[in-house]
């Protein structure tokens, strides 16, 4: 593997920011886990999105990968019943997948995107499950253009509609959905990152992998022994025998069948816009490659900008931290801002988290300066983390947040878990993966435990400190986004008001569910 990128580590000369310095005067949060009823979907790696499904707030689980194999079904969780449901939409449900991304876009149903499938490699389609009045159901897509080429582990973000001038594309009006990065077979004289290795693969090698005979375009990396979760290791390793010996034979016979192709991270940006029929268009990015991030995968993102129709902090800007690049994992943090499609590296105060990927960006709250919610993850030493950080998008300030257990006890460390918000600043924690084996070249450890934890305090503690000018303008040294000057102290939270009204606080907090950001829960039928 190459040299770790040099990036912000937190080391001991890094200054806690002033929010860290107010989240200690508070009492800790507390990690709880729910008594549910009904049977939890089985341990996996997965994606969640939120909303309303029939007037109650519910988070989805889409699809993932387990000790066995992977999935594509559906479970949904009740938070006010603390109840999970298996629900079997009607239609033709999407392949099995994991490594894939899940937005849901208001007024059209849930997207998922991507991911990498067991029988046929990366994949680059697009599903639609539509969540209406009436039971689920998995729908065809109209989609037009170019969709980015078939990958796994990149990120999705859903941007609300802006009333900000320059919206690229010119579909201001529209929702769309943004993607970035992935893991997968970089086409002839793509941009990216190769050095031979998989995301999965922590050995190093130079070799290159063809490509696979499936209909996607793409190939799952061979090398990396499949991940097994045992408790009996004379089975295990009889499992993981006849699977390295089917996956040499597979490999064999595509090197005899198939061109060489070369695995890496990418560096691209596509957008799919929701206006009629979907609209799949790469973003240029318009600038040198020093101010740019690195191709990656396994990274985190979220919307970072405001509210439909309304500027933050920070603009119209989509947040992106940490993953796994072809120099080790970082822990870099990035803004690309929507309308004018170029990126900046904030200078941001206080101990930004460790090196990761596999972890979890959440947007929480629904203020318009948006606060990002960072989760566990593997480290640069290949161990799972169960850490709790926040981004807070007026100050940018980072704070880690002290937790207490809770009787249950705290989620252990881990990584690709299924995370969410609530509208009322409840952040949920589902699932996931932990155990990494270098030998295997993934987790040896699958999960099926769902953990809340309770944010708003802490999202309340930022808004105060923002109204009151704790908060430091906007710093971004020469990187200064063109037409997007920093706000004021007073107007920095409440959105060019001289003070918070009652309708800004509530909507920091998340009390408004309807006002709530594409990352909250709004209704899955708005």
Same mark, same amino acid.
């Given at each position: ?42 341990a996996?790696?997965?994606?969640a ?59 059209v ?56 001038? *320059?919206?690229?594309? +010119?579909? $201001? &009006? /529209?929702?769309r959905?943004?993607t970035?990065?992935?893991? #997968?077979?970089?086409? @002839? !004289? ?13 050995r190093e ?17 061979q ?13 295990a ?32 940006v ?6 009629g029929?979907?609209r ?12 740019t ?5 396994a990274?985190g993102?979220?919307?970072? *900008?405001?509210?439909? +129709?309304? $500027? &933050? /902090? ?8 940490? #993953?796994?690049?072809? @120099? !080790? ?62 981004l ?9 947040v ?35 084996d ?14 809340t ?15 009151q ?8 040294g ?5 037409g997007?000057a ?11 008001a ?20 594409p ?8």
């Amino acid at each position: 593997m190459g040299a770790e990128a040099s990036t912000v580590t937190g080391a001991e000369q890094v200054e806690d920011s002033e929010l860290q310095a107010r989240f200690a005067k508070l009492p800790p949060p507390s990690w709880e886990s729910p008594q549910v009823e009904a049977k939890a979907p089985s341990a996996r790696e997965c994606v969640a999105v939120c909303g309303s499904l029939a007037g109650r707030e519910s988070m989805l689980i889409l699809a993932g990968r387990g000790a066995d194999s992977a999935h594509n079904d559906v479970a949904v969780y009740e938070a006010s019943a603390c109840s999970w449901s298996a629900v079997v939409p009607s239609g033709t449900p999407p392949p099995a997948r994991s490594g894939h991304t899940a937005v849901h876009v208001p007024g059209v149903g849930v997207i998922l995107h991507g991911g990498a499938s067991e029988e046929t490699g990366f994949l680059s389609d697009t599903a639609l499950l539509l969540c209406g009045d009436g039971p689920l159901q998995w729908a065809t897509l109209r989609v037009e253009g170019q969709a980015p080429c078939a990958r796994d582990k990149h990120t999705a973000v859903l941007v609300p509609p802006t009333s900000i001038s *320059g919206a690229v594309g +010119g579909a $201001a &009006s /529209a929702w769309r959905m943004i993607t970035f990065g992935g893991f #997968g077979v970089l086409p @002839e !004289g793509e941009g990216g990152n190769s050095d031979g290795e998989d995301e999965e693969d922590e050995r190093e090698s130079d070799e290159e992998e063809p490509a696979s005979l499936g209909p996607e375009a793409g190939a799952i990396a061979q090398d990396a022994e499949p991940s097994l979760a045992h408790t009996e290791p004379n089975l295990a390793d009889k499992l993981r025998a006849k699977a390295d010996v089917a996956a040499r034979t597979a490999l064999a016979q595509r090197k005899a069948r198939s061109p060489a192709l070369k695995l890496g991270w990418f560096d691209d940006v596509h957008q799919l816009i929701f206006d009629g029929p979907g609209r799949w268009a790469r973003l240029v990015c318009d600038q040198p490659k020093s101010e740019t991030p690195i191709g990656r995968a396994a990274h985190g993102a979220c919307w970072f *900008g405001g509210t439909a +129709g309304m $500027a &933050s /902090a920070q603009g119209a800007s989509i947040l992106v931290f940490g #993953g796994r690049t072809s @120099e !080790g994992r970082v822990n870099d943090t990035w803004l690309l801002d929507v309308p004018s499609t170029r990126w900046r590296a904030p200078v941001c105060t206080g101990r930004a988290p460790c090196a990761r990927s596999f972890h979890s960006v959440t947007r929480v709250g629904a203020q318009c300066s948006g606060v990002a919610a960072i989760f566990g993850g593997l480290d640069a030493g290949s161990r799972h983390l169960a850490d709790l950080h926040l981004l807070d998008g007026a100050s940018l300030a980072w704070a880690c947040v002290p937790t207490v257990a809770g009787p249950s006890g705290p989620p252990t460390g881990r990584g690709s878990a299924a995370v969410a918000a609530l509208a009322d600043g409840t952040l949920l924690v589902f699932g996931g993966s932990s155990g990494w084996d270098a030998a295997q070249g993934g987790p040896t450890r699958f999960h099926a435990d769902l953990h809340t934890i309770q944010l708003a305090p802490l999202l309340a503690e930022a808004a105060l400190a923002d109204v009151q000018g704790q908060a430091a303008p906007q710093r971004d040294g020469s990187r200064a986004l063109p037409g997007h000057a920093a706000l004021g102290k007073e107007n920095a939270a409440v959105g060019g008001a001289t003070g918070p009204t009652a309708a800004a606080k509530k909507a920091r907090l998340g009390e408004d569910s309807r006002a709530s950001a594409p990352d909250g829960c709004t209704p899955f039928d708005a």
